[in-house]
């Protein structure tokens, strides 16, 4: 079993800056590509951004491509995004995710392939 835990959420300023970091225990994550979703109230999950085993491929949503990077430690068995020039509707809770099929690509954007979640952290970006 995985376990992921989320961290560096809380309210920020438009234009602003924060680092959400997830830390896995349990087992290595090491060979398994990870993800980061989010969801806003209402709304539908959405895919931010993911990141292949070794870190030399990642995949981003369209609305935060330029302004968020993905990366990871494998040293540290964890993931990090680090997100810039925050808008409001950047607000939403984000899940830290990890597919279990060692040396995946990485590229789904629908979840469905992530099997261990986080319980999320809170990003709420003021206008």
């Known amino acids: 079993q995985v376990q992921l835990v989320e961290s560096g959420g809380g309210l920020v300023q438009a234009g602003g800056s924060l680092r959400l970091s997830c830390a896995a225990s349990?087992?290595?994550?090491?060979?398994?590509?990870m993800g980061w979703f989010r969801q806003a109230p209402g709304k539908d999950r959405e895919f931010v951004a993911a990141?292949?085993?070794?870190?030399?491929?990642?995949y981003y949503g369209d609305s935060v491509k330029g302004r968020f990077t993905i990366s990871r430690d494998n040293a540290k068995n964890t993931v990090y995004l680090q997100m810039n020039s925050l808008k409001p509707e950047d607000t939403a809770v984000y899940y830290c995710?990890?597919?279990?099929?060692?040396?995946?690509?990485?590229?789904?954007?629908?979840?469905?392939?992530?099997?261990?979640w986080g319980q999320g952290t809170q990003v709420t970006v003021a206008s």
């Open positions: 990141i292949n085993w070794s870190g030399g491929r990642t």
């Open positions: 995710a990890a597919d279990s099929r060692p040396y995946a690509s990485g590229r789904d954007y629908t979840g469905n392939e992530y099997d261990y």
């Open positions: 349990g087992r290595t994550v090491s060979s398994y590509p």
